[in-house]
């Protein structure tokens, strides 16, 4: 054979790669949120054509240092506020390294049983943090994005009875829900899954953002009198922008009423749903077909994690399941084969993770980190009401702050863009990073609290931040 | 904040983890590459509620030992003959140890450029290994699986026009082809993307079980009759079952002729091209619309990384993207923002581990361990060519060895049930894994060679517990 690093050299470089993610983790503060580089600029860093020779192990760490760290926008920063949080605690980091040491590939229960089990285990035991009942099964996907994506197909399927013919079979065209403010992979999914952008109904909200459950009954209603089928509702805990939660009981309502599927996105709340109090927010929630949280968002828990939990697993396998005879194994039948519950076939042990977050914190402590996020927030936003010339433009149902700042002496658009500016310079100081982003066509600035490292002084920094950028730019 | 683990405890546990897999890897021969528990087992040593309080982390050594180890089957092995290789080389996981470490999540280039450039990099180098020309342009996915379910989605909108109604637009139906051994991935991409199970053509192969392209012709000039329209062909290079290669050049007439989308998977032979004697092997590539090879199989890169080359981003991002305004950022426009050339919105940092690997190992050494496996597959099929009551039953073109032991005093189904026998022996056993298949309805023994440390020794005494195997049972 040929060398390549051999234990030793791992050990060695492995204990100072682990050395170096905790000096990063404990000097992260000093370094700049958001990456400062141009376009271009690391790319130009590395050579155009592979190392015909190897033997560059030994400078990893170097070529991490130069290479990557001037190109990274450390989502870890205790001054993290854009997107959603993604964080990843020591404890998943462990995860993650003994997921690729042990390099297993668990498509089937026999490919490796343990990585089956104990996510059957580690998903169950997240149900029950969350409140939900034992009428849910669950299974870890990549993304909210794919579990979505996951869920129309179903709900395409369970409409359809499975038709030979697919979507190509000529009834009346298949139709799906959703409000005005949920996340664009409800959008792409119902594209990729062949619906057809003609075919996806957007839902007027309320005034606090929430789907309005006459304006879904409508759009049902003048559907069916079209000839067409309404298949799918999807319903949001927790929108992107604002963090709105639409009412599932009342869409319950309608989807039991004319046989169609519920879907609830609560990529971002569903980490909430561990402190008992945050739960009458997806009331009805028992009454959807699926839904999807994120244990990788504000949970602690490296990307990428989803749980998608549903209520009838048999059906889901129908619509992911394969046999080929080269993947039939003498277990089956009396296993779950993972491989059939998702759209890839292969997949890593990701349930160590979670279950290494769990054995490491608890779930007291993470409860005690969402009521701590919760109440960043409030004090934020209690902050902002007061003050004059900003405003906070949406209710402040967990951990995200939509905020504006309304100048006396400025109208529209000046005063969108000036908050646009605020945000770029903001970034581009690097000791703080949030999201732009539009409400009703007008700029604000979009505030998510929940990294790990978070606590009310960088939360307080941030808000002088914001007051100086103001003042500046 | 509630205590979780701080630094330094993340320091201790982290070298103790790095030199248990270190331990893990040396002593690997020694262990039974397939797991021999039974169903529930795993699962059965765990609490059926989540831990309330933390401070487990000190015990996630022991918990490996006690409660997973038992329930791996080790993929890196070098006895492990089963599927296709899947391996992590020491490179990788300190690849995967640095993704998880700087925990970004790429899904625009501003959330963490070096994510992004770095994979534009490697990507090309891997395009480059391969020997492809630089009209196509690569992207990292999951798996081949998730890459064809995409290309087929692309290949559907080409041919739809991006019609706003999607498939549900009433015009005559789209129809894809493969051959009958295609991966079983095609199916199930043709049944998710929702052209419906009786729109794929199952094309018959020849006696190397190509791809017949005069069955393929006349499929499609029987469906152009009937009013149907067909859209796009999968043509495989190294067929699941017996590697076995479509004619790309003979379908690729086809395909331009009639305007189809072409897709190859390339799974497992894309590692096979930096080889470049194998290159004849699918001579036509560069007539494909995109193609999928993944370094997670035989390249030594951990599971899971995939590479999907197209020759079109733009209809790729036209297909896939999506621009809500909480993810524009300052930079759209002049860089790549990879959440539009895929499924998922959020992604890791996957390109670390297949650079890592280049570094270490250099595309010299990676040549020279693939020619090492074709050769140990040739010298196994020369051996059990020579051998009474033993058949190789497929063509060897790459390291999958398709066997079958013929006893003169047995007819079907007996050899079947006997071959069957053969293999849950040995891989009971534990001293090699090996896949049980079916060709043509018989029972087959399917030896699939490649894992990083597995050396002419380990498929001599596989060949010898094959012929004890049969003396047995």
Redesign the interface.
Known sequence: ???????????Q???A??????E???TMETLPV??Q?R?????AR?P??????????G??IA??EA??????????HPSFF??FP?????????G??????????GMS???????T??E???V???R??VGLSDAWTGVIQ?????AT?GAL?CA?ERTLGF????????DG??VVYASSDA???V??AT?????????LRTIATDARRALRVDALAAAIEHDLAAGLRPCAVVATSGT??TTAFDPIDGIADLTERHGMWLHVDAAMAGTAMVVPECRTLWHGIERADSLVLNP?KWMGV???LSAYYCRDPQHLIR??G???????T??DG??SNFRDWQ??????FRA?KLW?V????????IR??VR?DLENAQWLAGEIKAAPDWQVVAPVALQTVCVRHVPVDLVEPAISAKNLAIA?HINGMGHAYL????LDGRQIL?ISIGAE?T?RVHVAALWGALRAAAATV
Request: proline share 5%; aromatic share 6%.
């Open positions: 054979m040929v060398a390549v690093m051999d234990a030793e050299q791992f050990r470089l492995g204990h790669l682990v050395d170096w993610i905790a990063l983790r404990e958001m990456s580089v376009p271009g600029e690391i790319r590395l155009v054509s592979p190392p015909e020779h190897g033997g560059g192990a400078d990893l070529r991490l290479d990557v760290m001037p190109g990274i926008t450390h989502w870890n854009a997107y993604s964080n990843s605690s020591y404890a998943s980091i462990l993650d390294l003994a997921c690729a040491g042990l390099g297993v590939q229960w026999q490919t490796s049983p343990a990585a089990e104990i059957e285990v580690v169950d035991w997240l029950q943090m990549d993304t909210a994005s794919t994506l197909i395409r038709a030979p013919k697919g979507l190509q079979q000529g065209a298949l996340h664009s992979s959008d792409k594209r990729l899954a062949g619906f057809g952008r003609a075919h992107t922008n990788h490296g990307f990428d619509v992911m394969t046999n080929p005879a080269f993947l039939r003498a277990q009396q296993v759209i890839p076939l292969g997949r890593r160590l290494f769990l054995l490491d914190e608890g779930v007291a402590a005690t980190r701590r770029h999201t732009p982003s539009l979009r490292r606590e």
